[in-house]
């Protein structure tokens, strides 16, 4: 018996750190191949269903290997749990001196230039963000890792952040006066040294696309490169093949240029004037577009007069505020760090003006306050595989959600890794006993009028029947926003809408909250895990198409048109069953849940496709019937009664 099947033993590693633990073939199974492809460097792609233990399944043949190990996750929950709790059990269990790190992205990390900066200047503040200021202050003084994810008192998306963290933009690297003091520094020098780094995905490709620059050196060389929730990778690998550019890039280098203009170039008369008129012109740019946030074709838009116009006016100011820049340079190093900036800003604007460039996609996208647009290369298949051929390492692919219809091409051909082994390993809950599948009748069509009322009518009973505990999952805001406004004036049930308060909190009162209903759109599809009672009715509004209007969907399947494929098998429907199986997968999380799982889409039972959905999902007992699903729910709500009373 080799080390890795010995520690997944009745009486191995896991036997000692688990109460009650056994073994379990299917997480056996996927730790053999993981050791395989650590042994032979080769690429494994593993689908493993909710519950497999696939975290062990990976991390034990890794330490085991004693090589130099990257785990790479989507969620920084994920992050935080690898680190400080499954690696150290593992570590322990091993009794190995093995040395972990935690890496994040530079916006984790305080930058006490920026905080320095930030008390000399005094700018104006809210009180809400002056509170934040002051408790960032207090923090600053008795932290030694300076990651604000310890700042419990100041929330997740205060605007805060953006004055006391920095960006690659406005970072002074060598030249900053606290570089023998920085935390992001000394967290990538604990990385460099350790034999486990556990990063996030856009960490790891932003580092990946620096070094086919030939600047890349923030994720250490590694043996063995494990990605976690690997369904993400294709979408975050592109981004940053990439190029973007941002109003908000402009609007931070401006902010930064009237700070040294009022502290230490107040001289120089000219640097306020541009860096405010250009400051102007950005966000005269961004009132163009919608006020909601929105995407779009940006080389559709760039042919319409206005925004042509606008465009130039950014360039004409940009181009006068490098002038005057240019005036002070080695007057300080802010000052110099700003001419670097606003030299790549507007080498970045060429880029996209330069609309006709083939096999990219040029594309916008809106926040409340900016617009970025991007050129995205259409595939990342070459350079991706490329980076894996030359790493001379072992690469694993895992998640709840790859395979699509049984098969992984959807996913290896989006990365180019067509030569790596595959292992798609089924869920041990018992599925058809622990839940139902609910496809309801009659439903008006996704754009009738009465469509939020029939999908509220349909909630409602289910709510009542499970006393709350429900997540109602969206494919919009629009019929989210809708649907909560019917709730409200039908259920007395505490309702949690998103965009009402942060993520965290919004999960937190969900769970702490009896009878809470939780409406959301995207971000609660995936990486949301709420065990037993909590959670026993998962209600989604449609099937979770992309927008026809999504930018980079319309390039991607124009380019298969063109080599005579079928956008629709090829693309949209392998994306729309991966994201379905990512909102399922929030039901049964423990092999004691019991739960509903209503899909409010008839294109399931009626269209051929459906099938390949069905076929990709769990196998759970099927049924039309909703009176059938709250009777089934009301059983559980007085099972669940009768344990609290006992």
């Known amino acids: 018996m080799s080390p890795v099947e010995h520690a997944f033993s009745q009486s191995g590693l896991l036997a000692k750190i688990l109460n009650g633990y056994s073994p379990r073939q299917a997480q056996i199974d996927m730790a053999m191949e993981v050791e395989l492809a650590i042994e032979n460097k080769t690429s494994l792609i593993v689908e493993a269903g909710t519950g497999t233990g696939k975290t062990f399944a990976y991390l034990i043949p890794s330490l085991l290997s004693e090589k130099k190990i990257i785990v790479s996750t989507g969620t920084k929950n994920l992050q935080e749990q690898l680190f400080h709790k499954d690696i150290p059990l593992i570590r322990k269990a091993m009794a190995t001196n093995a040395q972990i790190a935690l890496l994040k992205g530079r916006a984790n990390y305080l930058c006490l230039y920026r905080l320095e900066l930030y008390v000399k200047e005094r700018g104006q503040l809210d009180a809400a963000m002056l509170a934040d200021f002051v408790n960032v202050r207090k923090w600053a003084n008795s932290t030694t890792s300076g990651d604000i994810g310890e700042l419990v008192n100041v929330a997740e998306d205060s605007g805060i952040f953006p004055y006391v963290t920095s960006t690659v933009d406005n970072c002074l690297a060598k ?29 790891f490709f932003a580092d990946m696309a620096l070094k086919d620059t030939g600047f890349g050196e923030l994720i250490p060389k590694a043996d063995v490169v494990i990605f976690d929730e690997a369904h993400q990778i294709p979408d975050i690998a592109s981004e940053y093949f990439g190029e973007a550019f941002s109003t908000r890039q402009i609007l931070d280098l401006c902010s930064d240029v009237i700070q040294q203009f009022h502290t230490e170039l107040t001289d120089v008369k000219q640097l306020g004037k541009a860096a405010e008129k250009c400051q102007k012109t950005a966000q005269e740019f ?196 809708q649907v909560a406004e019917i709730l409200a004036e039908h259920i007395d049930n505490p309702l949690l809408v998103q965009g009402q308060m942060s993520k965290r909190k919004i999960l937190d009162e969900f769970i702490e909250k009896d009878s809470a209903v939780l409406l959301a759109t995207a971000s609660f599809w995936e990486g949301v895990d709420v065990r037993g009672d909590k959670l026993t009715c998962v209600i989604i509004d449609k099937l979770p198409f992309a927008s026809p209007d999504d930018p980079m969907l319309q390039a991607r399947s124009e380019d298969v048109r063109r080599q005579g494929g079928d956008p629709f098998s090829e693309i949209q429907l392998p994306q729309a069953v991966i994201a379905l199986k990512q909102g399922v997968g929030r039901l049964i999380r423990d092999v004691t849940d019991q739960g509903v799982m209503v899909i409010c889409d008839d294109r399931l039972v009626t269209r051929p496709y459906g099938q390949v959905f069905l076929k990709s999902l769990p196998d759970m007992r099927r049924s ?23």
């Open 175 to 203: 030249d900053c006066p606290h570089i023998d003091d920085c935390y992001l520094i000394n967290a990538r020098k604990k990385a460099i040294d350790a034999d486990v780094v556990v990063v996030n995905h856009h960490l």
């Open 286 to 481: 961004r009132l163009l577009f919608n006020h909601d946030p929105e995407r779009g074709n940006w080389r559709e838009k760039i042919n319409l007069p206005r925004f042509n116009k606008a465009f130039k006016n950014l360039k004409t100011d940009l181009d006068f505020l490098y002038q005057v820049i240019k005036l002070c340079v080695s007057r300080n190093e802010a000052i110099d760090n700003c001419f670097e900036r606003v030299v790549n800003v507007l080498s970045k604007y060429e880029i996209m003006a330069n609309v006709e460039q083939s096999g990219m996609s040029f594309w916008y996208e809106t926040t409340r306050r900016h617009v970025v647009l991007h050129l995205t290369p259409l595939s990342v298949a070459d350079k991706f595989n490329d980076y894996i051929k030359d790493s001379n390492a072992g690469w694993v692919f895992t998640s709840a959600t790859l395979a699509v219809n049984d098969g992984f091409e959807h996913f290896s051909d989006q990365l180019g890794l067509g030569q790596a082994t595959t292992l798609l390993v089924d869920s041990p809950f018992d599925y058809l006993n622990q839940s139902q599948l609910i496809v309801p009748r009659y439903l008006p069509a996704a754009n009738h009028p009465q469509r939020a009322q029939a999908l509220a009518d349909i909630a409602m009973p289910l709510i009542e029947a499970s006393q709350g505990a429900c997540f109602l999952l969206f494919t919009s805001y629009r019929m989210l926003n």
């Open 624 to 646: 039309r019937n909703i009176e059938k699903a709250s009777q089934f729910l009301a059983t559980l709500t007085s099972k669940n009664l009768t344990i609290e009373k006992e």
